[in-house]
Each structure stands twice: as structure tokens, then as C-alpha cells.
């Protein structure tokens, strides 16, 4: 098992759901919702009404923010330490509804109902679309610290990809927005056409990394794709990042060096048969931060969505570990950062 940072918040994941410490008697109290209605194929409705309905026959009161205002009042209504406290905040949708939750800062614990394209989050913690099982979560879950990724004060959970499978992510984002500006629903097969036009029209141009390493050295590395781990898989349950851990307080750095597409496809091969952390041309560290620049425009994604592009000229675009950022929802007794389960 992977060391662990030595200044890492070591806090015992006693902490029962809506903030209430092992011993206490707990309120029905209330739980949140933040739903995506346009992830995936559009599930989320549906999923919610079913778990809504499960909380209501155990007595527990339900509160569904569909919009972005909504999730916003939701997350500082969850803040209250009154009697009607709030156990939880559900994210239903996939890994950006997530990363949009996580962003919104909540102090309570979040749980997952999977929704979405990948559902990587929900994968690794094996939250399932059952109401029943959901439900028993809820009531009966307790609360684990989960490390986030930071850049620019944007969190994320899973991962920041810089480079090729940011430009697809950046092409798939777009065909998803209709003239009217709304979010498509989407599914796997969608990306198909992003990886192709990537092919054949991303320039890879290099990428100049300054890392902090777990020993707290400095080391200079360029790459052509870069991605910084936080949990270990990346789209269709990709382990990429094998040994990445979610609560030890450091970030996994992973960069392949050459360019061009065929390489790309190589490298993916290599990581499909779990090959890939030993190769030439493939770079594998334990950071803390990593600051990345670049002689060219390179586009960013964090937990599978847009996060910007990388000028050239322009200051270091700036990733760090953020330990023990956020509780997640966890069966009792259970501490899953470590073990990846499947979806």
C-alpha cells in the first residue's frame, strides 16, 4: 500500500451522516438533492422521484434542487446547525454533477445517485441506483474524508487531464450544447466523432510540468497529455492512475511524452493491459503540486468537463492537493478511498 502524507488530517471516519458524531442520537433530519435532469440519457428524474419516495416511507424529508439557484440555497441551507439539520446532499447525475456539487463547498457529507455517461465517482464508492440500498446509506452511513485536487480554487474529485483528452472533452462538450444554449443528453457513443476530430486536428503541442514530489524535491518534466489523479480510473473504468489513493494526501501525476495520435492510441493500449506505468515514455509520479506551462494553447478538463485552456505566455496553471476536502457517504464501518469497486 501506497505511504501516505505525513501531514495529512487524520480524522476516524466516525463522523455520522449530517454531522452527528457516533454516539449521538440522531434527528429524521432532512436530505438534499442536486439533480442533473441532462445527464446521461436523462435518468435522473426518474431516479429521484424513486429514492424520494424510499426516504418518505422511513420517515425522512426530501429537498430537490433542479437549478443552478436552487443548489446554491440548497448547499447554504445544509450549512444550519438548527434541529432540522441536514444528513446529506445527493448529487444525482454523473461525475459533473458531482464536481458541481463539490464546488458548491458543502460541510456535510455527499452521496451518489448514478445518473450519468461513466459515473466513475459513484463507481468508486459503489453508490447504486437502488432506492432501497440508497436509502439505507442515508440513514445509516457514516462519513469519510476524501482528498480533492485544486486549481485556481475550481475543486475536482477524480482527475485534471491537460492536452488530447481535453481537446475531445472540449469538442464533446460542445455538439452537447443545442442553439438554445440548453445541455443535450449524451451517452458513449457520442464521443466517437470527438476522438476523431482530435486526431486529426490537435497539434500536441509540449507541456513544461515543475512538480513537488512526495519528498517534498522539486523535479522538471515535459510532456505532450498530462493527467493528475486524485482517484484511480478514468473513462470506461480506465485505471490510469492504479495506485492513486483518495485520502493519503497526495496527488497522482501521470504524463505521456510523445506526441501524435498513433501514440496516443499506443499509450491507451499499454494502459488497457495495465502496462503502462513502466514504459518509456510514460512518467509516473506522486506530487503534491504541479505547476504546468506551455508554448502553445492547451485546452484543460477536470472530472470530464471543460476547465479552460493554457495560454502560451501566459502564469503557470497551478494544481494542488486539497486533504480531506470533503466527507463522503460511506456504509458503516466501511472505508472505501482505498479499495475501487466495481460499478
Known amino acids: 500500500m501506497a505511504a501516505r502524507n505525513p501531514d495529512h488530517p487524520r ?11 457516533a454516539g449521538e442520537e440522531s434527528e429524521a433530519g432532512w436530505v438534499g438533492f442536486a439533480v442533473n435532469a441532462a445527464s446521461g440519457r436523462g435518468g435522473g428524474r426518474a431516479a429521484v422521484t424513486k429514492l424520494v419516495r ?17 443548489r446554491r440555497a440548497l448547499v447554504e441551507s445544509a450549512a444550519g446547525r438548527d434541529q432540522d439539520r441536514c444528513r446529506c446532499l445527493v448529487a444525482v447525475g454523473g461525475d459533473g454533477t458531482v464536481a458541481a456539487l463539490i464546488n458548491e463547498r458543502p460541510d456535510v457529507p455527499i452521496a451518489v445517485l448514478p445518473a450519468g455517461t ?54 464533446h462538450h460542445t455538439a452537447r450544447v443545442s442553439r438554445s444554449g440548453k445541455l443535450r443528453t449524451t451517452h458513449r457513443a457520442a464521443y466517437v466523432e470527438p ?9 500536441f503541442p509540449p507541456l513544461c510540468l515543475t512538480i513537488e514530489g512526495a519528498d517534498g524535491r522539486e523535479e522538471r ?12 480510473r478514468y473513462a470506461l473504468g480506465l485505471p490510469f492512475a492504479p495506485r492513486a489513493v483518495g485520502d493519503d494526501g497526495y496527488l497522482d501525476l501521470v504524463v505521456f511524452r510523445e506526441p501524435g495520435p498513433f501514440r496516443a492510441l499506443h499509450y491507451l493500449w499499454l494502459v488497457v493491459r495495465g502496462l503502462h506505468l513502466n514504459r518509456p515514455g510514460i512518467i509516473h509520479r506522486r506530487v503534491r503540486k504541479v505547476a504546468i506551462e506551455t508554448e502553445g494553447v492547451v485546452p484543460v478538463q477536470l ?19 486539497l486533504p480531506g476536502a470533503v466527507g ?7 472505508r472505501p478511498n482505498s479499495v475501487v469497486e466495481a460499478s
Open 11 to 21: 480524522r476516524a471516519a466516525t463522523v455520522r451522516s449530517g454531522g452527528l458524531l
Open 54 to 70: 424510499e426516504l418518505e416511507r422511513r420517515g425522512i424529508e426530501s429537498r430537490v434542487a433542479w437549478t443552478l439557484d436552487e
Open 328 to 334: 463522503v457517504l460511506v456504509p458503516a464501518a466501511s
Open 221 to 232: 518534466l515535459t510532456g505532450t497529455t498530462v493527467f493528475v489523479f486524485n482517484l484511480p
Open 195 to 203: 476522438v476523431l476530430r482530435s486526431s486529426f486536428g490537435y497539434r
Open 118 to 171: 461513466e459515473n466513475l465517482f459513484a463507481g468508486h464508492f459503489g453508490f447504486k441506483r437502488n432506492p432501497e440500498r440508497a436509502a439505507s446509506r442515508i440513514i445509516n452511513g457514516s462519513s469519510s474524508l476524501l482528498d480533492l485536487g485544486t486549481i485556481d480554487g475550481r475543486r475536482f474529485a477524480l482527475m485534471a487531464g491537460f492536452g488530447f483528452d481535453a481537446d475531445v472533452v472540449s469538442r
Open 303 to 321: 472530472d470530464g468537463d471543460p476547465g479552460g485552456v493554457i495560454e502560451p505566455g501566459a502564469s503557470p496553471w497551478v494544481v494542488e492537493i
